[in-house]
């Protein structure tokens, strides 16, 4: 893959952390300030982690990565999320 | 795996039977994680192509150059072959049949695969919600559910879809093939509710940027635009 994907690309990383849909969560980047649809989050990966970035400014905000040992997650970019009502639905029907 | 269909050279639909699937929306997808027998894994998201049925579900593939999981699930994997799923995934790129608004559905190549899982939920649940779909496609025999499509659209009520040639034509078309243009989707004539369409678009990252930005220097308004890109060219 040479192109980046997008936020929706981490829905299933992401799901086996939280318990309520994170992609539809609005994520604050720590570097700029833009708040984001985390699916709008720019993402490059697969291997060897997901790494997703501001679409505004580009620095990281969110990384996840799954070795034999166990996952990362790094929210070191993000200052924080809001996860709206429609972000709780439950992810099936 | 039931079942293996092809769509095209490139693309084949994959049946997945899995234990208690309580269903999904129209555009969540699955990640399918493939282990080698050294451990090694390799997980890749592929979107639900239709609405479950009787616990099947169905995944349209697109064999990539030198891509290690659709390459596998295209041309290696068996009927009767199991594979780790997780899903259904995504709650952003989803069509709420609810949603009144008319729906404007735009994909470049096998973007088509989560446009076409909103389109039969729409014609299962015998739902009215005007619905055009524009799907970019190099040539002819590059159209994915082309025959399904063509049936569909033919139907009253049915949705009425346009296909975009980048670079062969079939005889009949009066456009020249080409990339994608910001005329190609100013085509209001689906919508005579003069509601604001809620838009779909989905394919390779490049396409879908330049898709969402025909759409917003349209006037279609940015919260009206979702978009999913699945990288490549």
């Known amino acids: ?93 | 795996m039931t079942a293996s269909r092809v769509e095209t050279a490139t693309a084949h639909t994959l049946s997945l039977r899995v234990d208690e699937w309580n269903g999904h929306l129209p555009g969540q997808h699955i990640d399918v994680r493939l282990t080698a027998p050294d451990g090694y894994q390799a997980v890749r998201s592929y979107s639900l192509a239709a609405p479950a049925l009787d616990g099947v579900i169905e995944i349209t593939v697109q064999r990539l150059p030198g891509g290690e999981v659709s390459g596998f699930l295209t041309d290696t994997a068996m009927v009767g072959d199991q594979f780790e799923i997780r899903g259904p995934l995504g709650n952003w790129f989803v069509w709420d049949q609810d949603d009144p608004s008319p729906v404007l559905l735009v994909a470049g190549g096998s973007g088509v695969v989560p446009l076409m899982s909103m389109i039969r939920a729409r014609d299962r649940a015998d739902i009215q919600t005007p619905l055009h779909l524009i799907h970019s496609v190099r040539t002819p025999q590059d159209r994915i559910y082309g025959d399904e499509l063509t049936r569909l659209a033919a139907r009253a009520g049915g949705p009425s879809v346009t296909w975009l040639y980048t670079r062969t034509a079939p005889p009949t078309e009066t456009r020249p093939p080409g990339r994608l243009r910001r005329d190609d989707l100013d085509d209001g004539s689906t919508w005579t509710s003069g509601a604001t369409p809620i838009c779909f678009v989905c394919g390779p990252t490049g396409f879908v940027e330049e898709a969402a930005n025909h759409l917003l220097a349209s006037g279609h308004p940015a919260d009206r635009i979702r978009t999913e890109r699945f990288g490549g060219r």
């Open chain 1, 1 to 93: 893959m040479s192109e980046h994907r997008d936020g929706n690309a981490l829905a299933g990383p992401l799901a086996e952390i939280f318990t309520v849909e994170a992609t539809t969560a609005q994520v604050r980047c720590r570097a700029c300030g833009l708040s984001t649809m985390l699916a709008q989050l720019v993402v490059y990966g697969p291997e060897p982690g997901l790494v997703a970035r501001c679409p505004g400014c580009t620095e990281h905000v969110i990384r996840v990565a799954t070795t034999p040992a166990g996952t990362w997650l790094d929210l070191g970019g993000a200052t924080s999320f809001h996860f709206t009502s429609t972000a709780t639905r439950a992810i099936s029907p």
